[in-house]
């Protein structure tokens, strides 16, 4: 077998910890009976697996146990959380706030009630990713009955200010949800500090099985109502029926319980590698960072290259390190990711984007490699050039084609604005494009 690329896309889905796999084990072929089946053993296994799940899961974020509604993941817990908040309270309000960088598992639910007659403010962000929370409480109103805004972002790692969202919601008795699928496991989080009264979870993203996730719903302080999505045999308080699936359930709650565990060693080892990482790419001139640089996932790196065609540097790394660029979605549906654009990115710099999430099993050697790989990428693609690289302020009126370059370019950290600027042409579009040169020499601290 020929070597696979190294594994750098855990934002999209990470691999079953060996410890999760031999907790789920027993409950596919000894344990396998049904939680709901109370007159025999196999059943009341199962319910006492289910349980201790429930409890695990239920502490991590704060909450009690009967609070956690078991779902196939955060796509369903997200669908069930809007749409069932805003079936029950129609009464209150058809008023609901979100955020233009939300997962489209949180946007496209929010589209579709807006068919129905509901009215829903997308608010922007800052160009660092977080929502401005005074554009926030400005948008709330009396008939606003839902609040959604996610706890860290699936693209470019960056953390929400949930307990400042929270606490304006609770204020004026806004119900919030927060889509958590990219934090649980990853960072601390607090439904209670927070005051969330929905939280949308899923496993598979943080070494768990894949179709597995919850929903919390608060039970006091306000108690939420939700109209269920999905009708049938009552499971979860009426709130998502269907047979428990008992393997997953232990495996997300042993996949959480790791990520707990491990938490303060991993969150250190993987800002280690991900800001060595960053460093070593400053060798490449014009590498913009997506998203604030420290509120963010500690395995988050999110890069835009300027001067390069986005679709040529994919092609020349994907034979060394799976990753994605822009959203799985987005890639696949060859649109310019929503939330690069939400940041204000040219499509030219949205295309030319690295996502990279670094993981548990992620080692330092691998980012020796992945840094060397895209340093030569880069150069290579910047070096294959058609006619003179000629020397010459960047000024208006040039005859540039500026393939993204911006103020946010000239702000990149070591680059002088007032430094020369070098031009090239583009091998693609035989146009000339620009190309900053480093004035400062480029450290990088030993890992
Ligand atoms: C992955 C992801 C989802 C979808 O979760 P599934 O469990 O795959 O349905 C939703 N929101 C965010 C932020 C995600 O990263």
């Not at 039970?219 to 008992?246: C, D, F, I, K, W």
Request: aromatic content about 6%.
């Amino acid at each position: 077998m020929t070597q696979r690329p190294i594994y750098l896309d855990g934002h999209a889905t990470t691999p079953v910890d060996p410890r999760v796999m031999e907790a789920m084990i027993p409950f596919f072929t000894q344990q396998f009976g049904n939680a709901a089946s109370s007159s025999h053993i196999y059943g009341w296994e199962s319910e006492a697996a289910v349980k201790q799940a429930r409890e695990i899961l239920a502490a991590a974020i704060n909450a009690s146990p009967e609070e956690i509604v078991f779902t196939s993941g955060a796509t369903e817990a997200n669908n069930l959380a809007i749409k069932g908040v805003a079936e029950a309270y129609l009464d209150r309000g058809r008023h609901i706030v979100t955020v233009q960088t939300e997962h489209n598992a949180v946007l496209d639910p929010c589209a579709y009630l807006a068919t129905l007659g509901f009215e829903v403010t997308v608010l922007p962000v800052q160009p660092n990713g977080l929502v401005n929370l005074d554009e926030f409480e400005a948008a709330l109103r009396e008939d606003t009955v839902l609040v959604s805004v996610m706890a860290a972002n699936n693209e470019i790692g960056v953390l929400q200010p949930l307990a400042d969202i929270g606490q304006r919601c609770r204020e004026r008795g806004i119900l919030f949800h927060s889509d958590a699928a990219q934090a649980i496991g990853k960072v601390p989080l607090d439904v209670q500090a927070m005051a969330v009264d929905l939280m949308s979870l899923t496993a598979h993203k943080v070494y768990g099985p894949k179709g597995m996730g919850a929903l919390y719903v608060r039970r006091r302080n306000p108690r939420v109502t939700l109209a269920p999505q999905q009708h049938g045999g009552g499971h979860e308080r009426g709130m998502r029926s269907g047979t428990l699936y008992t393997p997953q359930i232990v495996g997300f709650a042993k996949a959480v319980e790791l990520g707990l565990a491990e938490m303060a060693a991993e969150t250190p080892r993987l800002k280690g590698l991900r800001d060595y990482l960053w460093a070593r790419l400053q060798v490449c001139d014009g590498l913009l960072l997506n998203g604030h640089p420290s509120q963010r996932l500690p395995g988050n790196l999110n890069l835009s290259v300027a001067g390069v065609d986005g679709q040529a540097l994919i092609l020349g790394l994907r034979s060394l390190v799976a990753f994605s660029s822009g959203s799985a979605c987005s890639s696949a549906s060859r649109k310019p990711s929503h939330v690069l654009k939400a940041l204000g990115r040219s499509d030219d710099l949205a295309y030319a984007t690295l996502r990279f999430g670094l993981g548990r099993f992620t080692t330092a050697a691998e980012i020796e490699q992945v840094a060397d790989g895209v340093i030569a990428t880069i150069t290579a693609l910047r070096s294959t050039t058609q006619g003179t690289p000629i020397s010459a302020p960047l000024t208006e009126g040039i005859g540039i084609r500026p393939l993204g370059w911006g103020q946010d370019a000239l702000d990149a950290p070591g680059v002088d604005p007032g430094g020369p600027f070098g031009i090239h042409f583009d091998r693609f579009t035989n146009m000339a494009i620009a190309t900053l040169v480093r004035t400062q020499p480029v450290e990088v601290p030993p890992l």
